[in-house]
């Protein structure tokens, strides 16, 4: 099968677009949770540059969702179920389990030091403290956590389309259906928990959505594989991007101030409208503008995956620092913060990937061959 080039660009795009995300969601100030807060309180505080979480969240990880899905169509008709879990398992069980008490533990310590300054881990062992710390360091790896148990639920339906029944009549979709697949979309977010109980497990679940991402990763599989179904986004990518941005423009003008991770905005028709004409937009882009490859696009392709595993410990160490230790103008800390996990966070990749043993902890990348 010759390389699709257009899906190696945008998943290394998307994964860029996720870099940039979190510099302004380590800010923001309309109550999402995490980060460290804005600069003022919403609504005296407008904070207009919190427009970029209302533009990106809807549709990026659901995105990274679908091209995963035809990733792993791929890569079963080249190896064995059982091949091919090894590998998922190495590359994200393993990073996302081990490779928090490795490295990510660091991360947990700027996620925790709230807490530390409010006494909560006073008189506790330092084994507990680091324990807690690993744990809280998770942030993003979230993502192949979910894709992970993804991957396992993937082989049980294959187990029941063991002749692609479904998958072939999948590739017979029009354009039409294909849009009205969002339905499927829309219905995932209604998994959600609405209204989460305190000290429940229902803020765990809306965080991971695993429910929600088992429909993207599936439509991925079973639609979008099809190359009849890539070509007829292709023809129409114009008409598809500019429905997806008149669209984002509508949701962000008569919602901008609101949590826009919560299960009712995210469960709204417009946003689910939304988050699916941008990831059809995008596939359709792509695909027809760049399906090509050059050197700084193969070394992203190849990168893209480890760079997202380590970038967030830049965001909460000097996101954490800026905000607390400098008197720096909130545009210069966007400004540094930015560059800094742009630059920083592919270097501590190409470090990483270099130590025996850690590489595999914390990148899933096993012993290089003598």
């Known amino acids: 099968m010759e390389r699709k080039h257009w899906m190696d660009n ?14 302004f969601y380590f800010y923001n100030n309309k109550g999402v949770f995490g980060g460290v807060g804005g600069f003022g309180e919403y609504p005296q505080y407008k904070q207009y540059q919190d427009v970029v979480m209302y533009i990106l969240y809807p ?39 081990i490779g928090l008490f490795v490295f990510h533990w660091m991360v947990g310590y700027f996620n925790t030091v709230v807490a530390a300054r409010q006494g909560v881990f006073d008189g506790m062992p330092a084994i507990a403290k680091y324990f807690m710390m690993a744990v809280s360091g998770t942030g993003p790896l979230w993502f192949i956590q979910v894709l992970w148990l993804l991957c396992l639920v993937l082989l049980l339906v294959r187990a029941i389309d063991r002749k692609d029944k479904f998958w072939n009549f999948c590739g017979k979709a029009n354009l039409v259906v294909i849009i009205m697949l969002g339905v499927l979309f829309w219905v995932g977010e209604q998994t959600l928990v609405k209204n989460p109980r305190p000290e429940s497990l229902d803020g765990l679940l809306n965080l991971y959505k695993p429910l929600f991402y088992l429909v993207p990763f599936l439509l991925g ?34 919602t901008f101030g609101q949590d826009n991770t919560s299960p009712q905005y995210l469960g709204s028709p417009l946003n689910c409208l939304y988050g699916w004409l941008m990831c059809l937009a995008m596939m359709a882009w792509f695909k027809a503008r760049f399906n090509r490859t050059g050197a700084f696009a193969g070394y992203m392709t190849q990168s893209s995956y480890g760079i997202y595993i380590v970038h967030y410990l830049v965001i909460a160490s000097l996101g954490y620092m800026m905000k607390y230790y400098t008197s720096l103008a909130p545009w210069m800390m966007y400004v540094i913060l930015f560059f800094a996990v742009m630059v920083l966070s592919p270097l501590i990749y190409e470090i990483i990937r270099r130590i025996p043993f850690v590489r595999w902890c914390v990148l899933g990348i096993k012993k290089k061959k003598s």
Do not use: C, N
């Open 221 to 254: 599989y079973f639609v979008f594989s099809h190359d009849e179904v890539q070509e007829k986004l292709e023809k129409a990518w114009i008409p598809l991007m500019v429905s997806a941005i008149v669209v984002g423009i509508v949701l962000i003008v008569t």
């Open 59 to 97: 549709w990026f990880m659901p995105l990274l969702f679908i091209l995963a899905g035809i990733s792993a169509r791929y890569a079963l008709q080249k190896q064995s179920a059982i091949e091919w879990f090894k590998t998922r398992t190495r590359k994200l069980l393993v990073p996302g389990t």
């Open 10 to 23: 945008l998943r290394w795009v998307t994964v860029l677009l996720v870099l940039f995300y979190h510099v």
